[in-house]
């Protein structure tokens, strides 16, 4: 059974505890007319998001002004996105259903939890601490915590090594085809959220070892191998 044996679940942030495109939107606008470039939609934005701020914005200044923007352009335009998401990281973001209960059940059963997100490490502190989960994490790993970020599966041999557990011993839950071959790459399992961001595209087709509709699905899964 895939998920017997697990002591330790990392989770992905954005799109899978937190619905954060609603202020990664204003955060993405604000920026760009800062820069004096063509507005773009939240619903493009949702398409953006999961290979941390610079692609965001490098997709973003893409799209707004029909060109790739230049290493440059680029280095002058992050400060600007991240002075503007900072300034509304929690406004209008929201933990989807269950998330919190479900992180305080599994943490008091007695697995480690951790974050492991594509999100600059800046922000992703302070918006779970937001939500009152922060604390239930250790560690939290930011996308620009390690030199590579998911997909590549850097970050969680990195966490293996850190809980001093097997792969075999620790599991991904995500919802973007980035998490799902990270963990594949590191040796680990993996469950697929359907409900979060993944270029519009349906999570199954990377093949998790389990597909969930909701984040209170997951204990059931985890008890029913463990029987
Ligand atoms: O910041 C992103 O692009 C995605 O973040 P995530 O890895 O938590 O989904
Ligand atoms: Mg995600």
Redesign the pocket.
Known sequence: MKFSGIKGIAF?????LVDSVPDLAVATQRALAELGLANVTEAQVRNW?????T??MERAINASSGELPTADYLNEAMPIFMRHYQACLEQYSELYDGVAYVLRQLHAQGYRLAVV???PHKFSVPLLNAFGIGELFEPILG?DSLPKM?PDPLPLTHLCQHWQLTPQQVLMVG??K?DIRAAKAAGIASIGLTYGYNYGEDIGLSEPDAVCESFEQIPALLESADK
């Open positions: 992905d942030l954005d799109g899978t998001v999961g290979n941390g701020a692609k965001l997100t594509n999100k996308g998911k919802d973007s980035n």
